[in-house]
């Protein structure tokens, strides 16, 4: 077995102690860090998806599989390439209300740092109110928010309306995703973009501020 089919099988089984220094030394020796994310750790992500909906494993199977993704993808993001030039923009980036996800809002995040934005990551379950409080405090050129959750997604809108009655929704653009979020319902709900992962977010963002300059 290869080492990306390794840390694929360590993520999956929940191995975090074999994991992390597999990830480690991979990197130490020239790994690239994209493969190891790509085929590796959101290939496990997928078969542990599966696993779920099949009923072969249940919750905490998944949360020690979550554990071993953010441990990962800390080690991976020194590697990452990042661009040797001024930041890009400032943008805050959390998980709706409800909704306690947070492995695609830190790929994201780990992708927009390597185009060097600066990143003000408020967590998951973060209410209206907090969103509004981080938009006064950071005043971001960008808001992201992330909802893996049906149920969540309601309050991308109530989060929107609470900027709006605050007066901060004007010359903020508000960015919307999550595995359930579509460019349709993105423009139903007022949002300024949607992308469907973490890659098309950060070109799509870098491609915008370029425009801008
Ligand atoms: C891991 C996981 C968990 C873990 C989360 C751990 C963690 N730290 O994140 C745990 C075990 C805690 C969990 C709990 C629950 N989960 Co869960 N979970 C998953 C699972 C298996 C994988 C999600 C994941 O990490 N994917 C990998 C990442 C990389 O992908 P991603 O999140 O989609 O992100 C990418 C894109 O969507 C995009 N993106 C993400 N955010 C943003 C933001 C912006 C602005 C943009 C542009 C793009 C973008 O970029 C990312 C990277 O490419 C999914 C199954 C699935 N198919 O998605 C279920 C799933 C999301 N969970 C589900 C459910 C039902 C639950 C629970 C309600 C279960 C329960 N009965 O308690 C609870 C809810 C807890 C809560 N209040 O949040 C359902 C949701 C169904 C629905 N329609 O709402 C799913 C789909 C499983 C299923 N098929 O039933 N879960």
């Known amino acids: 077995m290869n080492a990306i089919e390794q840390i694929k099988q360590y993520v999956v089984k929940g191995n975090l102690r074999a994991l992390v220094p597999l990830v480690e030394e991979q990197l ?12 590796g750790l959101l290939a496990a992500m997928d078969e542990i998806a599966d696993r779920w909906v099949d009923g072969s494993i249940f919750i905490p199977e998944v949360l020690v599989a979550a554990r071993c993704m953010n441990a990962s993808m800390e080690k991976i993001e020194p590697y990452l390439q990042k661009e040797d030039r001024a930041s890009r923009g400032k943008i805050v980036f959390g998980t709706v209300q409800g909704d306690l996800h947070d492995i695609g809002k830190n790929l994201c995040i780990l992708m927009l740092k390597a185009k060097s934005f600066d990143i003000v990551d408020i967590g998951v379950d973060v209410t209206p109110d907090q969103f509004v409080q981080a938009v006064q ?19 991308f809108q109530t989060t929107i309306d609470a900027l709006e009655a605050a007066g901060l929704r004007k010359g903020l653009s508000i960015g919307v995703g999550g595995a359930p979020v ?3 319902f993105a423009k139903q709900i007022g949002a300024d973009f949607y992308t469907p992962d973490a890659v098309s977010l950060a070109r799509y963002l870098a491609a915008q501020s370029e425009a801008a300059r």
Do not use: K
């Open 137 to 155: 405090t950071h005043q971001p050129d960008v808001l992201c928010m992330s909802s893996l959750l049906t149920t969540s997604m309601p309050n």
């Open 182 to 184: 579509t460019d349709a």
């Open 28 to 39: 130490s020796q020239g790994a690239d860090p994209s493969a190891l994310l790509q085929d």
